[in-house]
């Protein structure tokens, strides 16, 4: 099952944008789906997308060394995956303050 539900997550997400943000090393969990980011080489992450019991997903960035999590997103709907995965990875990228500005459109903030 769980593999299931994270090829669904995978194709649910645009190819372009997976590459883009150096998306790598994707590890299927029970009803997730978690993966490197990268840009440009930089300041590494892990985001985790997961399906919750509402069938919508919980969308999630954790900083790639101390494993702690940074920001998440709950009740995500499929056709905005791909907005919310870009925007946590050019946050990521762009340091604390970018990471803070997300709370203005709905993220927590760790």
Excluded at 19 to 47: E, Q, W
Excluded at 53 to 72: F, P
Excluded at 87 to 105: C, D
Aim: net charge positive; with cysteine.
């Amino acid at each position: 099952m769980s593999v299931q539900v994270a090829q669904v997550i995978h194709s649910q997400i645009s190819r372009q944008i997976l590459m883009a943000i150096g998306a790598k090393n994707y590890v299927a969990g029970s009803n997730s789906l978690h993966f490197d980011v990268s840009l440009f080489g930089a300041k590494k992450a892990k985001i985790r997308v997961e399906l919750n019991g509402a069938d919508l997903y919980d969308v999630s960035l954790w900083n790639g060394r101390t494993i702690s999590k940074k920001a998440q997103m709950k009740d995500v709907f499929c056709e905005d995956l791909t907005n919310i995965v870009e925007g946590l990875a050019e946050a990521n990228f762009r340091g604390p303050v970018a990471i803070k500005s997300l709370k203005a459109i709905g993220f927590e903030i760790f």
